[in-house]
């Protein structure tokens, strides 16, 4: 069933371990993820971003989408219906729509503004027990036409948006959208230390895919609980469907049958998953 996010990162928070964030982009998408957190039998959060709902029709559909793939596979392990990086009118319209979990990305707004709308969302969504994420610094690189410069995480800010009451708080540390650039200097965990010594909510680590798993690890340790994964995999399924239509199976049998062509990337989707909620550390569901 769908839980809010609270209790599942305030506890991973506490327990040092983290639960990923995977972005879905359609029907394959939301069954690969669903199927590797229930065969790890860990709690999952799906999120959607604004052009991927735009994608695929609008959050509502989005919703219902991961509500009945989930009632049709049986799904037991805690879900959360997340959005990511709303603006102030996307996470209004999810909070709308019963999602359990919105993220106001205020990154582009003046501090001030940033701070007063991250308020709103957070009284609108906790009367309807929904959990919210906030976002201090902005993550580099682009995702979904977000663009970020990569600022860190201002630690005087950071408290004024913890503050606020929001449930988990996304802060720039060095990461970056999309693919790392080979001269990447990797996680700014001096920044992430500050933070994490004065910031009670659960952090949230952006731009998942690609840091080395070390890094990582590193990060949840010192308090990151929610991490974010869309590029990583994006590169899997790209990169079994190639495999499948170079090894020309496409053209065998019924091949090109959509179920079929896409079959070994929505598999390569679910061992990524099963994958990094082994990195994770997330620990099964009693
Ligand atoms: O909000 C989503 C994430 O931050 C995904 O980043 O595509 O680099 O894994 P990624
Ligand atoms: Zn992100």
């Not at 840091?211 to 869309?230: D, L, R, T």
Request: charge should be negative.
């Amino acid at each position: 069933s769908f839980v809010n996010g609270n209790e599942i990162f305030t506890a991973a928070r506490k327990g040092h371990y983290a639960v990923g964030a995977f972005n879905t982009n359609n029907l394959e998408w939301t069954r690969a993820i669903l199927k590797a957190a229930q065969e790890k039998n860990t709690p999952v959060l799906i999120q959607v971003s604004m052009g991927a709902a735009k994608y695929m029709g609008d959050y509502k559909l989005v919703k219902s989408l991961v509500e009945n793939e989930m009632r049709v596979m049986n799904i037991t392990v805690p879900v959360v219906m997340h959005l990511d990086h709303g603006n102030y009118e996307a996470a209004k319209e999810c909070i709308e729509a019963g999602y359990t979990s919105v993220m106001f990305d205020g990154h582009d707004l003046p501090f001030e503004e940033n701070l007063e709308k991250t308020k709103e969302i957070v009284a609108l969504a906790h009367a309807k027990n929904i959990s919210v994420e906030a976002e201090v610094g902005s993550i580099g690189g682009e995702e979904d036409g977000i663009i970020g410069e990569g600022e860190l995480a201002d630690v005087e800010e950071a408290k004024k948006i913890a503050a606020t009451g929001v449930d988990y708080l996304a802060c720039g540390i060095g990461n970056i959208h999309g693919k790392y650039p080979a001269n990447w200097k990797g996680l700014h965990f001096d920044r992430l230390k500050e933070l994490a010594d004065v910031i009670e909510p659960p952090l949230v680590l952006h731009g998942g895919s690609g840091i080395p798993q070390e890094q990582v690890v590193k990060a949840i340790k010192m308090g990151i609980s929610k991490v974010n994964i869309n590029t990583e995999c994006q590169l899997a399924f790209a990169a079994a469907t190639r495999k499948y239509i170079e090894a020309g199976k496409d053209q065998q049998g019924k091949g090109y049958d959509p179920r079929k062509l896409l079959a070994d990337g929505a598999q390569a989707i679910t061992d990524t998953v099963e994958e990094i909620i082994d990195w994770l550390g997330t620990p099964a569901v009693k």
